[in-house]
């Protein structure tokens, strides 16, 4: 596809994705809510370890598992999801449709590794309060949910602050920790997949290493590869500092009592003008993915180029 062709195409999709089409779906007895959740998701690189469920699970798979059981179990709030990767950035805007904030799973996941920036909690946590305060002044008559998934673990250099407008700004906040105390090597991610297509989300088999031995905050194996390891004094913080809990996500499901408690925070309504409404399923998240796709194509012929001319 000439480059051309494909910038028309990406301008087309923005479009489609302002317009927000839906389609109509069957009527269905509905519950809703006047809850909104919002999925605060640490995707740097650090949450591609291997430490959960007994080393057969990636951080951020385990974490993309929990946001489904808590969406599976709250059918009627609003969700939303904010991600930190290469920048800290609104990944899902507030939708009433579970089939938008599921397939926004992969936002939940660290991306090219050459591009994902060092985490930075602080800026996280600033974004999440500043949004949640726009949120909560549009429409103070609904309730917020902030669930933070995160294995603590934070390279800025500076120490964790966490906003004071953060504190009462939701009704519950509840902070997931990933990772184990011993640590886990991180891979790199960004290269052939087993289809030998170049993806910028394939999980390689190369793990990153360092030679320098000096630096007092990176953690090495024998062979030299970095380890990373949950910082759970952060994640508590966190927790504290919000008036919320903390759970260190090992195995097994999100417990019921966490879900009780989400549910507890909003109250269920239902629509008194019928007992059966109909269903609307929103499209623009499908325009979405696909202007994601041709992005990170266009990102990697900008890369090759500046690559050839460097190697001039």
Known sequence: MKTIVR??????????????????????????????????VDASGSMVAKDVDGKNTRRFEK?????????????????????????TYTAVPMTSSADAIIAGLPYFRPKYTLYTKPSNISELLSYTADKVLQYKRRFPE???????????????????????????????VVVFGYGSTAGAPMEEIGGYNEKGEYSYSAISDTFIKSFNS???NITLDSDRRVLSKINEENLRKIASYTA????????????????NQIKNSGS?????????????????????????????????????????????
């Open 142 to 172: 609904r309730s917020n949910v902030i669930v933070f998934m995160s294995d603590g673990e934070d390279v800025s250099g500076k120490e964790l602050e966490v906003p004071k407008t953060l504190y009462g700004l939701a009704e519950y």
């Open 214 to 216: 000096t630096d007092s």
């Open 63 to 87: 974490a993309q598992e929990d946001a489904t059981t808590i969406i599976e179990n709250l059918p009627g709030a609003k969700y939303t999801a904010i991600a930190q990767d290469f920048s």
């Open 244 to 259: 919320g809990e903390y759970y260190h996500r090992e195995s097994g499901a999100v417990a019921d009592t966490v879900i």
């Open 268 to 312: 269920i309504s239902h629509d008194s003008s019928s007992a059966s409404v109909g269903t609307r399923f929103e499209l623009y998240w499908i325009f979405a993915l696909a202007l994601l796709i041709l992005l990170a194509w266009e990102g990697e012929e900008l890369l090759t180029k500046l690559l050839a001319e460097r190697n001039k």
């Open 7 to 40: 910038r028309i195409i990406m301008a087309a999709l923005l479009i489609a994705i302002l317009i927000r089409p839906t389609i109509p779906g069957s009527s269905a007895e509905r519950e809703s809510t006047n809850l909104n959740i919002w999925f605060v």
